[in-house]
Nanobody
Framework: QVQLVESGGGLVQAGGSLRLSCAAS????????MGWFRQAPGKEREFVAA????????YYTDSVKGRFTISRDNAKNTVYLQMNSLKPEDTAVYYC?????????????????WGQGTQVTVSS
């Protein structure tokens, strides 16, 4: 069993920055792939970014490339999402998730555990 707790969401103006954190507990965090997803009202949950356990492979969805950075600290069992140049269309609930394989997947169906989510609101 893995427990995930996200933090760092909030309200920010367009062009601003936020840093999300996701703390994991319960099992060996360092061997899992970690992902960030988001879900806006009335929309499906969508992939944002994912990072392999060794940080050797990282994926981003096109809409956040160059603005968001995913990273992880295995010693702290934490994964981060640094979000810069935020846009109103980035507004959503952001979730972190664990994929208990070494692959880096973009489909939410491949992830095994989820956090409760943190709200990010970007005002124009």
């Amino acid at each position: 069993q893995v427990q995930l707790v996200e933090s760092g969401g909030g309200l920010v103006q367009a062009g601003g920055s936020l840093r999300l954190s996701c703390a994991a507990s319960g099992r060996t965090f360092s061997t899992f792939t970690m992902g960030w997803f988001r879900q806006a009202p009335g929309k499906e949950r969508e992939f944002v970014a994912a990072i392999r356990w060794s940080s050797s492979l990282i994926y981003y969805t096109d809409s956040v490339k160059g603005r968001f950075t995913i990273s992880r600290d295995n010693a702290k069992n934490t994964v981060y999402l640094q979000m810069n140049s935020l846009k109103p269309e980035d507004t959503a609930v952001y979730y972190c998730a664990v994929d208990m394989t070494i692959a880096v997947h973009t489909s939410p169906n491949e992830y095994d555990y989820w956090g409760q989510g943190t709200q990010v609101t970007v005002s124009s």
